[in-house]
């Protein structure tokens, strides 16, 4: 048979946005689409809005019932207003701030406070209120709004690589449900792209009573001009020239702590890396530091002089060696 309104509500699968056929997994998507969109936490003082989750919510809970969809199909919103009496029961006055069972059997629910439903992380569903009415067998009871904590807060925020291998303080400003706030937040030495640092019970405030949210600072890290970061090591590129390459020497080099002197052994090869024990990265987690690897890069002029080409075959004559002997070329 089909659907038929008795009075002004919606058709169900409309209130959805879906056709009459939908899957299951149709229906349920489209109901936390909808839920989180007109959602009260999110549309605070949005009377229109919180009509709407109502209906969705109402919507909700009769399609993804088996049985209740079943009934639904055959005979509309008549099935659920009282009009349908007898063991099923009927269904009426949604949207108050308590709901009553009252007696007989299955007997029918008023005055349900769909605002109680809202995303903690996943939405209540009505089938676990349902199976703990009809546990009771023809008993008042009335329920009224559980505590639940608030929705947490992500905020992003970019920071300098120096800043973030020794840490550091800034004020940011938030909105929350008291409003816009101006935070003062630490932030630790060693934090990374990704990084999460929370600063609990400074999100969204809780409902009826219960803890406040989290807020949650993601750390994105602004690139630097010379050093590179590989988890908690630290690269520089160092050039040498040749003579300095060759015959070794002391440079000077940059490291997060300042400057330093690095030695060059005799005979260093390009792409060689040097390491400094402990000159890294503090580890986030724990004791200790990283290290830091200086990558050797020969640079080699590009313009000589005609005696320092002789001087170059000189030194090629007394010194014979082919760097390709082994590669198998």
Do not use: C
Not at 216 to 234: A, C, Q, V
Not at 274 to 299: A, C, E, N, Q, Y
Not at 310 to 328: I, T, V, W
Request: glycine fraction near 14%; proline fraction near 5%; charge should be positive.
């Amino acid at each position: 048979m089909a659907n038929s309104n008795s009075n002004s509500k919606r058709d169900y699968y409309e209130v959805l946005g879906l056709d009459r056929g939908a899957s299951l997994d149709e229906i349920k998507k489209a109901y936390r689409k909808l839920a989180r969109k007109f959602h009260p936490d999110l549309n605070p003082g949005d009377s229109a809005a919180e009509e709407k989750f109502k209906e969705v919510s109402e919507a909700n809970e009769i399609l993804t019932d088996p049985e209740k969809k079943k009934t639904y199909d055959q005979f509309g919103h008549a099935a659920f207003e009282g009009g349908m009496g007898g063991p099923g029961g009927g269904y009426s006055g949604f949207g108050n701030r308590t709901w009553t069972r009252h007696g007989g059997t299955g007997g029918g629910f008023e005055g349900f406070d769909f605002s109680n439903f809202s995303d903690g992380g996943s939405f209540n569903s009505f089938s676990d209120i349902f199976s703990d009415l009809f546990s009771g067998g023809g008993q008042r009871r009335t329920y009224s709004r559980r505590p639940r904590k608030g929705e947490d807060i992500y905020y992003t925020m970019n920071i300098d690589f120096l800043a973030a291998v020794k840490g550091t303080t800034a004020t940011i400003s938030i909105r929350t449900g008291k409003g816009n706030e101006h935070l003062n937040v630490t932030i630790p030495s060693g934090v990374n792209n990704g990084s999460k640092v929370r600063l609990k019970g400074k999100g969204h405030p809780g409902v009826s009573n219960g803890p406040n949210g989290d807020l949650f600072i993601i750390t994105e890290i602004n690139p630097h001009s010379f050093f590179r970061r590989e988890g908690d090591d630290i690269y520089v590129d160092v050039p040498l020239t040749i003579t300095e390459a060759s015959l070794g020497t002391q440079v000077k080099i940059p490291t997060v702590d300042g400057s330093s002197k690095l030695t060059i052994p005799q005979g260093t090869q390009g792409g060689q890396k040097l390491r400094l024990k402990g000159k890294g990265v503090p580890h986030l987690k724990g004791s200790g530091r990283g290290d830091m690897f200086t990558v050797i890069k020969i640079v080699v002029p590009k313009k000589i002089s005609d005696d320092a080409k002789q001087l170059l075959m000189d030194f090629a004559g007394e010194n014979p060696y082919d760097p390709r002997a082994g590669l198998g070329w």
